[in-house]
Antibody, heavy 120, light 108 residues
Framework: EVQLVQSGTEVKRPGESLKISCKAS????????IGWVRQMPGRGLEWMGLIFPGDSDTRYNPSFQGHVTISADKSITTAYLQWRSLKASDTAMYYC?????????????WGQGTLLTVSS | SSELTQDPAVSVALGQTVRITCQGD??????ASWYQQKPGQAPVVVIY???KRPSGIPDRISGSSSGNTASLTITGAQAEDEADYYC???????????FGTGTKVTVL
């Protein structure tokens, strides 16, 4: 069974750093793109970027580039989303999602989400 | 980057048909997928490749695309179809993805 299991709820202060994770199982991790999606409270879905764990090729939404880092560790089949300095506006639910490789461009499996609250 | 625009909200009577649209320039060249999100849950894909249904998605949900507009149709809406729906497609560069603004579907 394909699963994406994300790390738990985080509460942080502005300026702190954070790395959240997305543990994949049930498929060949290196062969599928993994994306990250933000959902701010009461708002819609925003595509942040994605990574191909096989060669670490990474694509960023220009709106997020420079503020977050997407990475992956093939040895433990885990993808990451990282901030060096959090802002209150980073408060949101974050989802990881696997991009299908059948030739169609869509996200077929999603993690359960990681809720991040940034507050002083 | 491209934008995908959806109507914010629509309502449909139980058992009736509702169509949700998604407009954007990139849809002329790239296929759309649709995601259903219920409160407190992660999104679930209901349509990909403009009109393909993943296994387990009821056949009352269908998709189509023409020009710069992709559509999701629910024929014979059920109470469990009440949710937010988001379209998604690659942008004009082909290297990025973009989500639509989302449509809240209420089943009356």
């Amino acid at each position: 069974e394909v699963q994406l299991v994300q790390s738990g709820t985080e509460v942080k202060r502005p300026g702190e750093s954070l790395k959240i994770s997305c543990k994949a199982s049930g498929y060949s991790f290196a062969s599928y793109w993994i994306g990250w999606v933000r959902q701010m409270p009461g708002r819609g879905l925003e595509w942040m970027g994605l990574i191909f764990p096989g060669d670490s090729d990474t694509r960023y939404n220009p709106s997020f580039q420079g503020h977050v880092t997407i990475s992956a560790d093939k040895s433990i089949t885990t993808a990451y989303l990282q901030w060096r300095s959090l802002k209150a506006s980073d408060t949101a639910m974050y989802y990881c999602a696997r991009r299908d490789t059948s030739g169609w461009y869509y996200f077929d499996q999603w993690g359960q989400g990681t809720l991040l609250t940034v507050s002083s | 980057s491209s934008e995908l625009t959806q109507d914010p909200a629509v309502s449909v009577a139980l058992g009736q048909t509702v169509r949700i649209t998604c407009q954007g320039d990139s849809l002329r060249n790239h296929d759309a997928s649709w995601y259903q999100q219920k409160p407190g849950q992660a999104p679930v894909v209901v349509i990909y490749g403009n009109n393909k249904r993943p296994s387990g998605i009821p056949d009352r949900i269908s998709g189509s695309s023409s020009g710069n507009t992709a559509s999701l149709t629910i024929t014979g809406a059920q109470a469990e179809d009440e949710a937010d729906y988001y379209c998604n497609a690659r942008d004009n560069s082909g290297y990025q993805f973009v989500f639509g603004t989302g449509t809240k579907v209420t089943v009356l």
